[in-house]
């Protein structure tokens, strides 16, 4: 079936550095989305992806949609201690969503 | 405020012992589902309901029951609970399921511990 595979799974950066979490399925995707959850928290819908080669920025973030509309990736510029939390892609499949397993983002002051 | 609660949002409980989670939506969306979180797996969808009435299987089923007798409910039900069914428990509800052009709104979450 399909598969929804997100790396890394833990990233931990300094803050002002950049993170990136890439998000890549078995199938064309009609859609992807990308959700955080902040710690002890309930994943929060970011943004959808609907095109292929789609960006779409949000601040200092950065979401891609690849041209074959199987691969994502959420690229956060010089990242802040709000960045803080795990952030979730996730992909429909017939008529439920599949979810990555999520990338888990520290960020040292 | 458009919302998605569930309740109770912990509960601690003994093997075999029947419990309910509520989830209760007011955005007068057809779709609700049901996940739980486990550490490295991400969220994995439980059950699902397209509207009143229609529910079907998600990835991990076995364990579970639900209904889906009014649009804004969607209880959880184990009726015979073990220790592998600790975990985080997710409640969401999206508007329709036309190829998932809406965002999902979870709820706040529940921690069940079997023991």
């Known amino acids: 079936g399909q598969q929804v595979m997100q790396i890394p799974q833990y990233q931990h950066v300094q803050e002002g550095e950049d993170f990136t979490t890439y998000c890549n399925s078995s199938t064309t995707l009609s859609n992807i989305q990308w959700y955080k959850q902040r710690p002890g928290g309930h994943p929060v819908f970011l943004i959808q992806?609907?095109?292929?080669?789609e960006v779409k920025k949000q601040k200092r973030l950065t979401f891609q949609f690849g041209e074959a509309k199987k691969n994502s990736s959420l690229h956060i510029t010089a990242t802040q201690t709000t960045d803080v939390g795990t952030y979730f892609c996730a992909g429909p499949r017939n008529n439920d969503m599949r979810f990555g397993a999520g990338t888990r983002l520290t960020v040292k002051p | 405020e458009a919302q998605v609660t569930q309740n109770p949002r912990y509960l601690i409980t003994v093997t075999g012992k029947k419990l309910t989670v509520t989830c209760s939506q007011n955005m007068n969306h057809e779709y609700m589902s049901w996940y739980r979180q486990d550490p490295g797996l991400g969220l994995r969808q439980i059950y699902y309901s397209m509207n009143v009435e229609v529910t079907d299987k998600g990835d991990v089923p076995e364990g579970y029951k639900v209904s889906r007798k009014e649009k804004r409910n969607f209880p959880l039900i184990l009726e015979s609970p073990s220790p592998n069914q600790t975990s985080l428990y997710f409640c969401a509800s999206t508007k329709t399921l036309t190829g998932f052009t809406d965002t999902q709104y979870f709820g706040p979450g529940t921690r069940l511990t079997v023991l």
């Open positions: 992806l609907v095109k292929s080669g």
